[in-house]
Structure formats: C-alpha cells, structure tokens
C-alpha cells in the first residue's frame, strides 16, 4: 500500500508539474504577444513596471486556463444547435470572449485588448498550451497511457462493468482500393497497416502478422450508398447507381440525399426483416447509414428528424470540441487544409497536369472538412464507443476518397491522407488496449477508385450531350457539370442537419416530358425516358429513336449498354453491332470479357432491379492502364465496373475466421461481418424474414 500511495503522489506531482509548465509558457506567450501586437496590452495607460506587467500576464494566463477549462465545455454544449461548420468559425470568437473575461477578472484591471486582437490571442495561447502538453505528455512516457486509463474508469464507474466477450470495432477507409493500400505500406506511408500484416519494410527481417489482408468485388454500382447500405443492412436490392430515377415516384433518388438515404434504409429494412448489423448494442458514426444502431453521429439517415435524444446526429461533437484546445487545434487545421488544397491546386494548374478538374468554389472548405473535421470528430467518437465498452462500432473516414476524386486515388495529395489515417488507426488501436473489454479491429473499405480523364474532357461534350445528339435534339454548347465528392458532402448534410435544406424539391422531380433524364455515378451513366411508366425495351427505344442505340455504343468512350429486349429478356450492346443476350454472355461475354471476373453476374444482377434505367452506359475502360472515363468532373472515380474502383480490401484479424475465397458483393460482406459478431460470442443480429426463408 506504501508503494501505491507514493506511486499516486509521484502521478499528482508530476500532473501539477505539467499544470505549472503549461502556465509559465502561457504567461511568457502573453507577454511576447503583448510586445507584438498594437492593441494588446497587460499594463496601464500610463506605463508599469516589468514584475507588474508580469503579474498580469500570469493572472490572465491562469484565469483564461480555468475558464477554458470550467467554461468553454457549457459554451460547446450550448452552440451544439448551431451548424457545425458555423462552430468551427465560432471557436476562435468564443475563445477570444473567454480572454477578454480573464483579463477582466484581474483586480489590477490592467489587461485588455480589441476584441478582434484578443481573437488571435486566445488562439496562439490555446494552440501553445496543447503543444506544451503534448510534448510535456510525450517525455512522460506514461502520461497518455495514465489518461487513458482515467477515461475508462470513469465509464466504468458511470456504466456497467464491460463484458469479458470481445467487441469489434469496424473502421471504413472509403474508397481506398487494394492495390492502392499495399502500395502504401510498401512506399511506407501506413506503418499501422504493415505491422498488422506483417510487413516489416526491411528486407529478411520477419514480422508476425495479427490481421490477413484479402480483396473482394464489389457490384456493379460500386459506390457507397450501394455498399454501405448492402454491408451494414445486408441488403441493397434496387439500387442501381449512386442516383437514379424512378418512374413510378417520378423523383429522382441520390444516395447521399437525406430523404433518400431514409428511404433506402427503410426499403432495405424491409427487405431483410431485420434493423442491421449494428442493431445490438451498436454505433455508427460517419455512415450514410445507421446499420441500426442506437448510437450514432454524423449519420446521414437521421439528418432528416428533428432533434432528439434518439437521434443526436452530432452528439459526438461535444466529446472532442468540449476541450477547447483540441477545438482551437481543430480550427487551425481546417484553415490549414484550406490553404493546402489551394496550393496543390495552384501547383497542379502551373505545371498543366494531366487529367486535372476544376477545384475551385467550396471544394477547398468540402475537402478541409472530410479530412480534418470528420476525421477528428469520428476519430473521437470511436474512442469513446470503446470506452464505453459497445458491442459493435462501425464508422466511416472519407477522407482519402474526397481528396483522390480530385487529384486521383495515387497522387502525392492523396498519399499525405493516407498517412494521417494510419496515424488515427494508432491512436484508436491505442485505446484499444485501455477499453473495458478486448476489442478487434477490422479495417475494410466500400469501393476502390479507378483514374482516368473525364468523358467531357477527353471528347468535348458530356454524356447528355451524346444522348440528346442521338435523340435529335438540339445539343448546348455548355455541358452542365456534375457534382463530386459524394462522401464528404454527405457528412456535411449530416453535421449540418437541416430538414427541407438539400437544394430545390423540383430538381429531383422533373417534367414528365419525351426528354431523356441523363444521370451520371462516376463512370456509370443512366437515360431514362420519363414520360413512359415502365422500363423501355430496345425496340420501343429504336421506335422512338433510331440512332440512340447505335450512337452509344460505337461511341469509342463508352465500354458497353444494358437494355431490355422483348426477344431477349436484357442484352447487352457493345459497337459494330454488337448484341449478346444476358443469358449467353457465360460463352461470349463479348464487351464484358475486358471488365474481369464478376462483370457478367453484377451486369445480370442488375438487370434484375425494379428501377433500373431504359439505357445503362458504362464508360470504356482501359485493363492495361486500369483507366476509365468518368462522366462526373472526377479524375479518381467510382461507381461503374472497370480497373481497381472494384476492388476493395477486408483487413481482419488472424482471430476472426477467414473470408471465403471469391467474395463478392457488399451483401456478401455482411454476411462475413455478421459471422464475425457471432464468434465473439455476445448477442446476436437477429435473424431476419430471408434468412428464416431460406432455412
């Protein structure tokens, strides 16, 4: 008992230590800040002496300490019903209201600066604080280690004891391909990973994997609304693309529209007869999706619903911007990401790199948040699920497939994300090992991305100009741009939350008139003729339109089409008149031979879905340089078949049985991550309506 008393009040002396060095250092940053800037002062109008304006420089810097640390986490409690964007410009204004306090409060009544001065004040001096305490943290080796453990007492002593079943943990890296995360453990850039697989980086020198690393396929739409609502609800039947229209709605469905993504989860509810993977003591975080879950933030399902306890889209706001030094860091960041994005894309212009799109307007604030903003909070978030001894955690980082639609799934841009998400995988790993419970991790993603030109840059026009040319229709000379970045604007619409805010309600119900409704997913496009109630056959098509057909498919940048036959059932169109029906492309796959295994089964899959287009296009692919064309402004895309956007990873530990060889789908996924839960023996995802039917 000796020995724990003294070990507890070398802890205590060590923390007041840190306490006092992180003062002094704000005391002197006070002082240097006062000697700088104009309208910033610690002394009177009339002059006093050095110990004076010392004394004053320490009161503040202790005062703005305690406020920070008393204050700040009622004010982001507060300022949680405000858009979170709007709450990272508030940071820096409620940190400088909170330094004009603490120089109020001193008896001396010496302190005082402009308001927009005390701003920056209180910035450098929160920015200053963290790093000492960071530094002070990393010479003490086991600092970090003791918060850790304080954290997960806490949550113990709040909450029942943790189970002796193991939890898993479900970290997404959307849109990161295969191919593209073994390129980065070889380049070094993912430590985490290659110590998990056992990659050591030095040649003979062996490392003992804890985690196997296997590819599956995606389908044929492959994207995230289709391959989280498949992975996490088990079921994405009708969903064709990342958008596409219904006829008998008349409204077009977006995956990362609120209101659709409601829809999509409940058909898919539906469908399965069961809530989802997450549905048993589980939380999401970042998803388009809530897998069922009780616990979520940053969903985009639930952006929809007014707010509640139920549904706190943002409640894992307040456990990371509660600390205002994380939050001023935070802030510091975005705008550093802000300034990163414009410089890459300054460089890229000055050097005329090809293929290049534009990234300009919100881009650079759209990117700064996926990669900073929700990184952190779901980062955060993950922590504190672990802490908390959940069953079941599943999130999604979307940061390295916002930045690679942009500068391309292997470009230097993209590789830098890829190092600061290994660094988070650490962090979370870390906790892992304080958590109430054992936890596996595993790492997978939603989709790979292929590069390539854009269709518009490399031919001119885009594809509704291509389908309106071979309607006969009158063709613009300004191609109409489509928007990119679906992930991250995704959990900008979550952390927003803003019912009846996702653009005009009669751009997704358009005029049922004889013009075709051109709609683009990556390389993946779709035509559908709005004002005929059912699926187009190809000869009601060629009645209508007798060159549609034949211009499409000779076109050099288009692979193949999907249509209906009323001979055939669905045939498949490729150029020189080229026409398999889908049930003998097994003995000629004929333009499908190029797109790999899983392109015939993915193709007749979707034939099958009640809302699939009059035409399906996707775009020509090129297997030698794994180059597609997308139909969208992206040069790292997804969303159709064709090179490494259909080849994902699943990165499991060596524990956890292993996946069976040739999978493929995001259905098929689920069913691997619901084995998963089951071998850790604590409760399971209930059976739902198909299962029942197929035993």
Known sequence: MRGVGAGRWRRIASQVGRSVTVWVVSTLTMLVLAGILPDFRLQSPTGDSATRIAVTAAFGAGAFGVLSAVVWPLLVRLFLLVPTLVLGLLVFFLNGALLLLALRLNPAERGDAAPETAVVVAAVMSAVASATGGALAVRDDDAYRRRLYRLADRRRRSGPVGPATPGTVFLQLDGVGHDVLLAAVGKGLMPTIARWIGHSGTPGRAVRPTHRLTSWRTDWSSQTGASQLGILHGSNHDVPAFRWYEKDRGEVMVCNRPTSAVELQHRAVEQTGHDGLLAVDGASRGNLFSGGAEEQALVLSIATRRRSRETRSRAGYFAYFSDPANAVRTALSFFAEVGREIGQSTRTRARKERPRVGRGGLYPLVRAFATVVERDVVVAAVMGDMLAG???????????????????????????????????????????????????????????????????????????????????????????????????????????????????????????????????????????????????????????????????????????????????????????????????????????????????????????????????????????????????????????????????????????????????????????????????????VPVGKAEEKAA
Not at 460 to 467: A, C, H, K, M, R
Not at 477 to 503: D, F, I, Y
Not at 599 to 607: L, S, Y
Not at 634 to 654: T, V
């Open 390 to 684: 959940r069953t079941a955690v599943y999130a999604d980082l979307v940061a390295y497939d916002e930045v690679a639609h942009h500068s391309g799934p292997t470009s230097r841009d993209a590789a830098k994300v890829l190092e600061r998400l290994d660094r988070s995988l650490a962090l979370i790993a870390n906790v892992a090992e304080h958590a109430p419970r054992p936890y596996r991790i595993v790492v997978l993603s939603d989709h790979g991305q292929s590069r390539g030109e854009t269709f518009r840059t490399r031919y001119g026009l885009t594809l509704g100009d291509l389908v309106r040319a071979g309607c006969g229709l009158p063709v613009s000379r300004k191609a109409e741009r489509t928007h990119s970045g679906a992930e991250a604007r995704a959990a900008v619409r979550a952390a927003l939350r803003r019912p009846g805010k996702e653009g005009r309600r009669e751009q997704y119900r358009p005029a049922r008139d004889s013009e075709p409704i051109v709609l683009a997913s990556g390389n993946l496009g779709l035509v559908s003729f709005p004002d005929v109630d059912h699926r187009m056959s190809k000869e009601e098509i060629d009645a209508r339109h007798p060159a549609l057909l034949t211009t499409l498919a000779n076109h050099p940048g288009i692979g193949f089409l999907l249509v209906r036959s009323e001979e055939h059932g669905g045939v498949v169109l490729g150029p020189f008149g080229t026409e398999i029906p889908l049930e003998r492309l097994d003995e000629n796959p004929g333009p499908l031979a190029d797109f790999g295994p899983g392109a015939v089964e993915a193709v007749r899959r979707t034939h099958s879905f009640p809302h699939t287009a009059d035409i399906m296009v996707n775009s020509w692919y090129d297997p030698a340089e794994g180059e597609v064309l997308a139909f969208e402004e992206q040069i790292g895309s997804h969303g159709g078949l064709g090179g490494a956007q259909g080849k994902p990873f699943l990165l499991s530990p060596l524990a956890l049985s292993a996946p069976p060889e040739g999978l493929a789908g995001a259905e098929g996924v689920h069913q691997v991550l619901r084995g998963w839960l089951d071998e850790a023996g604590g409760p399971q």
